[in-house]
């Protein structure tokens, strides 16, 4: 069994920072990609940033340049720096990651449950 458990969500000021972690832990072989997405409320799930196992990296339009993705693959954590925050970044952000469980062959997708980042104005 595949968990990822994110933290570092909160509440903060605008021009303020936060820092999310997500560890995946269980039954893996290999992780391919591991991502962050934002749901605001009533809207729809969409991306915020992406990292590859060799460190390339993806933005949404939105958070470049304030955002910064990375990833320590020996521990299978992924973490998104969150500078310049914005009221209108507030959502819940949510941790993704294509996995490899071990003694399956296909990759599959897995999410965490959550965390909630408030930017008060």
């Known amino acids: 069994q595949v968990q990822l458990v994110e933290s570092g969500g909160g509440l903060v000021q605008a021009g303020g920072s936060l820092r999310l972690s997500c560890a995946a832990s269980g039954s893996i072989f290999s992780i391919n990609l591991m991502g962050w997405y934002l749901q605001a409320p009533g809207k729809q799930r969409e991306l915020v940033a992406t990292?590859?196992?060799?460190?390339?990296?993806t933005y949404a339009d939105p958070v470049k340049g304030r955002f910064t993705i990375s990833r320590d693959n020996a521990k299978n954590m992924v973490y998104l720096q969150m500078n310049s925050l914005k009221p209108e970044d507030t959502a819940v952000y949510y941790c993704?990651?294509?996995?490899?469980?071990?003694?399956?062959?296909?990759?599959?997708?897995?999410w965490g449950q959550g965390t909630q980042v408030t930017v008060s104005s």
């Open positions: 990292i590859t196992s060799g460190g390339t990296t």
């Open positions: 993704y990651a294509v996995i490899r469980p071990r003694m399956v062959s296909q990759l599959r997708p897995y």
